[in-house]
């Protein structure tokens, strides 16, 4: 899908189902951790220099003045474009309270999920799945992990099928696994703290005992859960969220997807711009956005200069543009915005 949204000539699938967006962080692959740069964005007009370098030299510039002040140079922020062609591996991700126990970090990573559409693959159409069902407790899930008893940990936690459009929360120490065929816009706190418990991929990638525990080991790796159960109904309340439109002017609107009322951590929105349209002036309130161009094509405009946008294109937006404003053209064009943690 990755591939398909780009308008590849030959669209196929590999073994890489992310793509990350305006990131500073490093990821940890296995068997790939000698690649340098791996999980960095570089810059377009600068293709040499890594947006961290940037961010690290300006962060006031780049990220905005009362952010730099809580947060120093670092964004804060994490988005991704994911398509599995493969159900991932059964994982949770540590709260911030347990990040900073454990791996004595700033930041856990609590994410989201906003759904762009998928596909049916092997008859299944696209699922998730997330949340303990009744009954489980650490003991029973640690029994699990050492028999390898994948479907009985997959029949531990919630099976939904999501639609398009549909968004979901998936806070840091809720168990989850993305299944094969979705296709989504996933916005997290930065980090790539990920426990797995299935010691190979479905598809029978062998993975190391430092990708399943992180370094943590076969014991403190259990403390990352969050050991809570919830019916079906009780796990959908928790974790799915509902847009809603913020504003609308002639031809274009709004959509607020995640607020900070959602979560403390990141926010995201839509600007859905009608053919012909020329949005409003859009602006992050002095701090910086992280920008994707979902469908469409059209004109981004700053000031008194412009660049030509179109679906795949990825852009960072530094805090010293007060605004951009929008404009389509060619049929309608829709932008997805994340921004960073919340200030207060």
């Not at 701090?287 to 990825?314: C, N, P, T």
Request: glycine share 10%.
């Amino acid at each position: 899908m990755l591939e398909r949204w780009r308008s590849a000539a030959a669209p196929s699938d590999g073994r890489f189902p992310e793509e990350w967006v305006a990131s500073v962080v490093k990821a940890r692959n296995p068997g790939r951790e000698d690649e340098v740069h791996e999980g960095l964005t570089f810059r377009e007009d600068q293709p040499d220099q890594a947006l961290r370098n940037y961010i690290e030299a300006n962060p006031e510039e780049a990220l905005g003045a009362a952010h730099a002040a809580k947060y120093g140079a670092h964004p804060g922020l994490l988005v991704k474009l994911l398509d599995a062609a493969e159900r991932l591996a059964i994982q949770v991700h540590p709260d911030k309270p347990t990040a900073e126990k454990l791996f004595q970090s700033a930041y856990g990573k609590t994410e989201a999920w906003y759904f762009l559409g998928g596909r049916n693959i092997a008859g299944e159409d696209p699922y998730v799945l997330c949340g303990f069902k009744p009954g489980m407790t650490r003991e029973k899930w640690e029994r699990l992990f050492h028999a390898q008893d994948i479907e009985g940990m997959i029949q531990s936690l919630h099976k939904v099928y999501p639609k398009p459009g549909d968004i979901m929360l998936i806070r840091g120490g809720i168990p989850h696994a993305i299944g094969p065929g979705n296709w989504m816009v996933e916005i997290q706190e930065p980090t790539d703290f990920t426990i797995r418990t299935e010691r190979a991929t479905p598809s029978g990638l062998a993975l190391t005992d430092q990708a399943i525990h992180q370094g943590l080991g076969y014991e403190r790796m259990f403390d990352c859960f969050h050991y809570d159960t919830y019916t079906e109904e009780e796990m959908l309340r928790l974790c799915k969220l509902t847009a809603s439109v913020a504003e609308r002017g002639q031809g274009w609107q709004i959509k607020q997807l995640i607020s900070y009322n959602d979560t403390p951590y990141f926010s995201m929105d839509q600007l859905e711009l009608e053919n012909g349209a020329i949005g409003p002036a859009w602006t992050a309130n002095g701090r910086f956005a992280v920008m994707i161009v979902l469908g469409g094509s059209g004109y981004v405009h700053w000031g008194d200069r412009k660049k030509k946008v179109e679906q795949g294109d990825q852009l960072f937006i530094p805090a010293e543009l007060p605004a951009v404003v929008f404009a389509s053209e060619d049929g309608p064009l829709q932008i997805v915005r994340c921004l960073p943690p919340a200030l207060s």
